[in-house]
């Protein structure tokens, strides 16, 4: 049981280019998230899907695309990398928002844009 | 407007010795209070878990408590040692919604030598 994984661990981009985070979960979690987190800013929600072919906005979603074709994977796409998209950036599951539900943290991506 | 304030914003303590980090919610009515800890270049991992009506949970040397009627959490640490070195986040789950966590900004604690 793998838990959630996530890759690249690290990337840096030139502004202007796009790239795909890479996000997957082994625990038949229907809910999936994304956030960043900045300094000082704490963890802030991107995006966010409840279930297969089913996603939302969250805070933060500009400059980001998301999709959800299976109940395991759920990439993010930076559309066109800009200096503020630098940041850390976290992958997350658990079960469908029942109250008491433990969000599971992927280990992390550091995307700096140049 | 919901919110999770946590105080200090960073805390140096010697190792073996106690803390306490604070937590203050506006959020009303809420479902759960959770503390995170996150470790350096790591994803936050769930510590304690309270509901409304729970006043005290135990995790080890961790042991959070809850006044939900100052609207106030505490994170108690005893006997600190290196490893407790992390980010510690308070998390407010409302009760219902498809985006119900309200995040703190973190406390960072180091312990030393």
């Known amino acids: 049981n793998a838990g959630v994984t996530q890759t690249p661990k690290f990337q840096v981009l030139k502004t202007g280019q796009s790239m795909t985070l890479q996000c997957a979960q082994d625990m038949n979690h229907e809910y999936m998230s994304w956030y960043r987190q900045d300094p000082g800013m704490g963890l802030r929600l991107i995006h966010y899907s409840v279930g297969a072919g089913i996603t939302d906005q969250g805070e933060v979603p500009n400059g980001y695309n998301v999709s959800r074709s299976t109940t395991e994977d759920f990439p993010l796409r930076l559309l066109s990398a800009a200096p503020s998209q630098t940041s850390v950036y976290f992958c997350?599951?658990?079960?469908?928002?029942?109250?008491?539900?433990?969000?599971?943290f992927g280990p992390g991506t550091r995307l700096t844009v140049l | 407007k919901n919110q999770v304030e946590q105080s200090p914003q960073s805390l140096i303590i010697l190792e073996g010795k106690n803390c306490t980090l604070q937590c203050n919610y506006t959020v009303s009515p809420f479902s759960n209070l959770r503390w995170y800890k996150q470790d350096t270049g790591r994803g936050p991992v769930s510590l304690t878990i309270?509901?409304?009506?729970?006043n005290t949970k135990s995790n080890g040397r961790y042991t959070a408590t809850l006044d939900a009627d100052t609207k106030q959490s505490s994170l108690h640490i005893t006997a600190s040692q290196l490893s407790d070195s992390a980010s510690y986040i308070c998390v407010v789950t409302l009760p219902s919604g498809n985006t119900p966590l309200v995040f703190g900004k973190g406390t960072r604690l180091s312990v030393i030598a």
């Open positions: 997350a599951s658990s079960y469908y928002l029942a109250p008491y539900n433990e969000q599971f």
């Open positions: 309270m509901t409304f009506s729970e």
